[in-house]
């Protein structure tokens, strides 16, 4: 048996199909062999379609100015202070090391930095045994 190819439905084929899921007394079985879909991909868009019906007609979940806040989207991604990483402690900075060698201990990873030898010094002049 060959494999189907991956196919991309157009919007409006979509939308057809989720209203007529809606509006129709057929099963989605039903519906599924008259688009040549699959049942779950029905149930799917018709979720969609019942889930964004608030937008269309401006509710709560549509945008009132279109585009979005650029500053909080360009913070969440590191854009703000130059994609530079904040400055960790020595706590954060020994608790990250100890977390890494402790993964690759548990994952069987070889470890890339720092080893082992490394950590276990760190712990020590952090008052911790390992």
Known sequence: MTRRTRRNHAPAFKAQVALTALK????????????????????DWKRQLTKR????????????????DLTKLHAKIGHVNGGEKPRQSGAEKRRSAWL???????????????????VK?????????P
């Not at 402790?102 to 720092?114: K, T, V």
């Open 100 to 118: 890494q060698a402790r993964n690759c201990r548990a994952y069987s990873h070889a470890p890339a930095y720092p080893s082992l030898r490394r």
């Open 53 to 68: 019906a608030v937008q269309v007609f401006g509710g709560a979940g549509s945008p009132a100015g279109g585009d979005p």
């Open 24 to 43: 129709s007394d057929k099963t989605r079985a039903e519906l599924a062999q008259q688009y040549d879909l699959h049942p779950n991909q029905i149930t």
């Open 121 to 129: 010094g760190l712990l020590r002049r952090a008052g911790a045994r």
